[in-house]
């Protein structure tokens, strides 16, 4: 049974379902981002997926009058293209899902099922890691740069084709909540745009595998240009698809991010 023929790009907006585990903050961040009416325009969330029937995701759906279902952790490729099919989903994406998902599943949306990992992948990324692991092996390491990686999935765990990343610093003395939060809020920031780009067709990931467009104008608030941290859009190889330097420089000064990286990097 094959998903919905729509495709992201397609002139209605895209139906969009998120699968969540835990707490749902990125889920949140989601529903904020597609009820806005310029973002509604390209897709909504129309599906939120659980496989824990007491995950907070759950109720931040219902709050929003979107539908919430539980699923067996052990269903089918069949079982769940069905549940897709049937809420006409265009777009997935893995937002705190802690399974691989089957095979059919990958095969059917490929370039239409995203995830979202606290790393810079392929750095500190892989089976098992997940949560608090991720932070205290990338304080371990004494990495001076960790991030959030946005990535097109595929049957490993994060292994998938990176769509788009955000660095943070990490500082001396920082315990693994401190990097936790650091890069969760340019998570809530960075899943959004690249779900929307996805939505609209700007973004997308070719039969070959390769990550094609770039994320659009970030709709930074002052708090992010506060925090100074540069979006590193993918270009594509061809570079016939980069951002256009006026679109980097107008997220953050260049200065601004020269200081932040000599304040990572201290001689
Ligand atoms: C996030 O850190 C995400 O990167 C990882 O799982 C966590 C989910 O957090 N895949 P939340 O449930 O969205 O708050």
């Known amino acids: 049974m094959s998903p919905s023929q729509r495709t992201p790009s397609g002139s209605t907006p895209s139906h969009i379902a998120v699968f969540a585990s835990g707490g749902g903050s990125n889920l949140g961040a989601l529903l904020t981002h597609f009820s806005a009416a310029r973002a509604a325009a390209v897709a909504s969330v129309a599906l939120v997926v659980s496989d824990r029937s007491d995950a907070g995701a759950l109720d931040r759906a219902r709050a929003r009058g979107v539908a919430a279902i539980v699923l067996d952790r052990h269903s089918s490729a069949d079982a769940i293209l069905a549940l897709l099919q049937e809420h006409e989903i265009d777009l997935v994406v893995l937002a705190g899902w802690l399974r691989l998902v089957p095979s059919g599943v990958v095969q059917g949306f490929h370039g239409r ?136 420089a107008s997220t953050v000064s260049q200065a601004a991010f020269s200081y932040d990286v000599a304040r990572l990097f201290p001689h």
């Open 113 to 248: 099922m995203l995830n979202v990992h606290p790393s810079l992948l392929p750095a500190f990324g892989g089976a098992g890691m997940f949560g608090s692991r991720v932070h205290a092996a990338v304080i371990a390491s004494g990495a001076r740069v960790s991030g959030a990686t946005v990535h097109f999935i595929d049957e490993e765990f994060d292994r998938g084709a990176i769509a788009a990343q955000w660095p943070v610093p990490v500082y001396p003395g920082d315990q693994p909540d401190d990097v936790a939060a650091r890069v969760l809020r340019v998570e809530h920031l960075l899943l959004p745009l690249v779900t929307e780009a996805v939505a609209a067709g700007t973004l997308t990931l070719d039969a070959d595998g390769r990550v094609r467009g770039h994320v659009g104008r970030p709709w930074l608030g002052a708090h992010a240009r506060a925090e100074r941290f540069q979006l590193a859009a993918i270009a594509d190889a061809d570079s016939d698809n980069t951002l256009p330097e006026s679109d980097v």
